[in-house]
T-cell receptor, first 116, second 114 residues
Framework: EADIYQTPRYLVIGTGKKITLECSQT?????MYWYQQDPGMELHLIHY???????EKGDLSSESTVSRIRTEHFPLTLESARPSHTSQYLC???????????????FGSGTRLTVV | DAKTTQPPSMDCAEGRAANLPCNHS???????VYWYRQIHSQGPQYIIH???NNETNEMASLIITEDRKSSTLILPHATLRDTAVYYC???????????????FGKGTLLTVNP
């Protein structure tokens, strides 16, 4: 069963709308991440957080923003959605402690966003 | 992190062993080899990782060459549900540092055929 939850699973929305993609985890992980993936393409890290009130931009520039007010919650927001934002957004958390070198990543099922 | 090279696609018959290669000729002595897979655009799933010894778990085996410049992920009895993109990642293993990010490349699309 999943310990990291993303909602909604699918979202179709009009241009200019503000949207928030939700990501929550019940594992108490400090580290959380947002990846963006177009169909058939690589995953690209767009945001990450190493703890409450800590957020950083990832390797791929994104117009989205994130917040980390609670350990378990890492929402991603687009203030004004555009068709170029159409993609899949995957949330992950990690806890590498005591895992013998493993980064202990757990991914959510993703949100497939379509902006029309 | 060291660069990895994987074939873009491979086929395997159901019930047979699937052997997925990965080249990492610039790997450093403290870098591990990690394997993840992604089934049909779901979130990637951790499979296995290793430093220099061969490793085996309930999902797969990881064979690392003696010079550590390449490795092979082995799925001993592939099933249709093993059809996925498999990612080989090389980076420093977690040891209390401050960089926890993982970078995923293009991976290998393994198709298991009936």
């Amino acid at each position: 069963e999943a310990d990291i939850y993303q909602t909604p699973r699918y979202l179709v929305i009009g241009t200019g709308k503000k949207i928030t993609l939700e990501c929550s985890q019940t594992m108490g992980h400090d580290k959380m991440y947002w990846y963006q993936q177009d169909p058939g393409m690589e995953l690209h890290l767009i945001h990450y957080s190493y703890g409450v009130n800590s957020t950083e931009k990832g390797d791929l520039s994104s117009e989205s923003t994130v917040s980390r007010i609670r350990t378990e919650h890492f929402p991603l927001t687009l203030e004004s959605a555009r068709p170029s934002h159409t993609s899949q957004y995957l949330c992950a958390s990690s806890d590498p402690r005591g895992t013998g070198g493993n980064y202990g990543y757990t991914f959510g099922s993703g949100t497939r966003l379509t902006v029309v | 992190d060291a660069k990895t090279t994987q074939p873009p696609s491979m086929d395997c018959a159901e019930g047979r062993a699937a052997n997925l290669p990965c080249n990492h000729s610039t790997i450093s002595g403290n870098e591990y080899v990690y394997w993840y897979r992604q089934i049909h655009s779901q979130g990637p799933q951790y499979i296995i990782h290793g430093l220099k010894n061969n490793e085996t778990n309930e999902m797969a085996s990881l064979i690392i060459t003696e010079d550590r410049k390449s490795s092979t992920l082995i799925l001993p009895h592939a099933t249709l549900r093993d059809t996925a993109v498999y990612y080989c990642i090389v980076r420093v293993g977690y040891s209390g540092g401050s960089n926890y990010k993982l970078t995923f490349g293009k991976g290998t699309l393994l198709t298991v055929n009936p």
